[in-house]
């Protein structure tokens, strides 16, 4: 075919008399060349005008300087601001600048597939940001299968690819069908700033080795492994995830979000769905998860496959956003720290909530995990602030030593946690409401709850406890309410400071439960979701030294929230029994059981990272 390559034209001619093909508008909008600007303020400086127009087709022309074609291959040589337009059905655009200068891509309504490598392939570039022109659809396709030019490289393996930092900005749209491997892939750092993607991948979506920043757009990915990957172990300082702001709609494999080092989300709206969903649980009893197969070290930076929405090796941090899950393994899940400091958070997972294997702190945000194996897990947790409703199939919050994994030729989380001593829950505040099967709250070592509202529907099975420790439950302040069976059932430590009982009766769920003074004034009336034999409260209204009256069943005139009644007045229950508070510790009935470890074998998993 023939090509025709136009001299490069000045400046001014370009904005006067650009000849590029009929019916394309090969003028920069303002937006663009203010957006050029502003990556100029944030890199190095380069002018704004345009340094070639490039318009694909059977006959590719160029007007400008920089670009030369062999056949179906565009070459840019050197930095500059490229206009790109056209249709080419089998072709290549290659960026190879030995310039510290920016390359800019202007997408300007672009339909460009190469059947045997990257469409992109930025071999050499300081750092190549494609724009996303107003009002334009931009469309890159690659095959299935790559002939590289080196049989000891896999490289380029992404429909755009880039061995240099790439930035993606604009108010176009850009569609990524990835049909060979990755959708876009950076070996340093990917920002995106705008736009509408959209990507269909192969395997990973999103790839920047060192890190990934979103900081706007509206970004959609189908892909067959990870969404978004960040892959950097060596350098402590990479492999990090960063979303500032942007919608993002991640359907994935495999991980929805993975880092080898830090997540860290600021703000946006972010809807995950992984593995097929929590309908496809990680964790039953069969081993026919379709994502792969477990195994290895938690700690180890070799690849192993999961299905977790967000996952880091390092720490992840939640400020704020909307964050929708539904992923079949864990739903946040760190192998070291994690720590939620606000957000809204709508997570139903096929495994745990959100599991961090050391250190775990909510300051603040709305969760609300409908759906998990194990709701809340981690070795230490805190509760600061926040608004927690957690729904667990086998624990509610549960702090244990050790690793998270899966076991041998077994569904993840079938064998025990690593049970020591060590694990701490600590409550200062916040509202927590938990439906669990299993333990409501367990921990393998102490709980210490100073502030707060804790509320438990625990295990109607005798084997599981509403309240389970190891070693202490020291409540100071706050309001406790545990109910469930009474096999296991525990009690608050007598080193407390604050009053608590704990109540045996057999009741069907519903049932409201009352506590009165002696001047018949209601200190607590609660309603228990389900089949209850103990239900433990403890409370600040819980004086010292004083006598109160127990009664079940009856009605209360006032409104309740999670089976609390905040108002109105009790009336017409069958008087279970009376407690005077001579010591912290009361009780009324009889039952209980040895407490301690219990519920359902949660850890001491291999590990699954």
């Known amino acids: 075919m023939k090509k025709k390559l136009i001299l490069a034209l000045t400046v001014c001619a370009l904005c006067l008399n650009v000849t590029g093909c009929a019916n394309k508008d090969t003028n920069i909008s303002n937006d663009i060349q203010n957006t050029v600007t502003e990556n100029n303020k944030e890199n190095t400086e380069l002018s704004a005008e345009i340094t070639a127009d490039i318009n694909l087709s059977d006959n590719i022309t160029i007007n400008g300087s920089n670009v030369s074609v062999d056949g179906d291959k565009v070459t840019i040589a050197n930095a500059g601001t490229y206009v790109i337009s056209g249709t080419l059905s089998d ?11 920016n390359v800019y891509l202007v997408f300007n309504g672009v339909n460009l597939t190469c059947s045997n490598s990257a469409p992109i392939y930025v ?55 990835a049909n060979y491997n990755n959708g876009i892939t950076s070996k340093d750092d990917l920002k995106i700033t705008g736009g509408t993607i959209s ?57 929805g979000i993975q880092a080898e ?47 977790k929405a967000i996952k880091a090796v390092n720490d992840i941090v939640i400020d704020g956003g909307l964050i929708n899950i539904d992923s079949s393994d864990d739903s946040i899940h760190s192998n070291n720290s994690l720590t939620i400091n606000g957000g809204t958070l709508e997570i139903a997972s096929g495994d745990d909530g959100i599991h961090s294997d050391t250190t775990l702190e909510i300051n603040g945000g709305d969760i609300n995990i409908t759906k998990s194996y194990e709701g809340i897990e981690s070795q230490t947790i805190t509760i600061n602030n926040g608004t927690i409703y957690l729904v667990a199939s086998d624990d509610g919050l549960n702090a244990a030593g050790g690793n998270d994994g899966s076991s041998t030729n077994g569904r993840p989380g079938e064998n025990q946690f690593n049970s020591s001593s060590n694990g701490s829950i600590t409550i200062n505040g916040g509202y927590l409401y938990v439906d669990a099967a299993g333990d409501g709250v367990d921990s393998n070592g102490s709980i210490v709850m100073n502030d707060g509202t804790v509320i438990v529907n625990g295990p109607e099975n005798g084997g599981n406890g509403a309240l389970d420790y190891d070693v202490s439950f020291d409540i100071t302040g706050g309001l406790f309410i545990a109910a469930g069976s009474s096999q296991m059932a525990q009690s608050p430590s007598s080193s407390s400071t604050q009053n608590s009982v704990n109540i045996f009766t057999s009741q069907s769920a519903n049932t409201l439960i009352n506590i009165k003074n002696t001047n ?50 009790y009336s017409g229950g069958s008087d279970a029994g009376t407690f005077t508070t001579s010591n912290t510790v009361s009780s009324v009935g009889s039952g209980g059981g040895m407490g301690g470890p219990g519920g359902n074998p949660g850890g001491n998993r291999q590990q699954r990272w």
């Open 91 to 101: 072709g290549q655009i290659i960026v190879d600048s030995a310039s510290e200068e």
């Open 123 to 177: 071999k050499n570039a300081k750092n190549t940001i494609i724009v996303l022109e107003d009002n334009t659809d931009n469309f890159i396709t690659d095959g299935e299968t790559y002939i590289f030019e080196d049989a000891t490289t896999d490289e380029p393996n992404a429909a755009i690819f880039s061995k240099d930092d790439l930035t993606i900005k604009g108010n176009g749209s850009l569609t990524v069908t």
């Open 199 to 255: 990507i269909a991948s192969k395997d990973d979506g999103l790839m920047g080795k060192d890190s990934i920043t979103i900081k706007g757009g509206d970004i959609t990915i189908n892909s067959e492994g990870d969404g978004l990957k960040s892959t950097n172990a060596e350098d402590t300082e990479k492999g990090n995830i960063i979303i500032e702001s942007g919608n993002l709609n991640i359907t994935a494999g495999t991980d």
């Open 261 to 307: 080092n830090i997540v860290n989300i600021i703000d946006g709206t972010i809807n995950i769905v992984t593995g097929g969903g929590s309908v496809n649980s990680s964790s039953k009893s069969n081993n026919d998860t379709p994502w792969g197969s477990w195994g290895g070290s938690s700690s180890s930076t070799e690849e192993t496959s999961s299905a």
């Open 520 to 569: 018949g004034e209601d200190i607590i009336t609660f309603a228990p979701s389900k089949t209850y034999q103990s239900v433990v409260i403890s409370s600040p209204k819980l004086e010292s030294n004083a006598t109160y009256t127990v009664s079940v069943g009856g009605s209360s005139t006032g409104s309740s929230a999670d089976g609390l009644y905040n108002d109105g007045s």
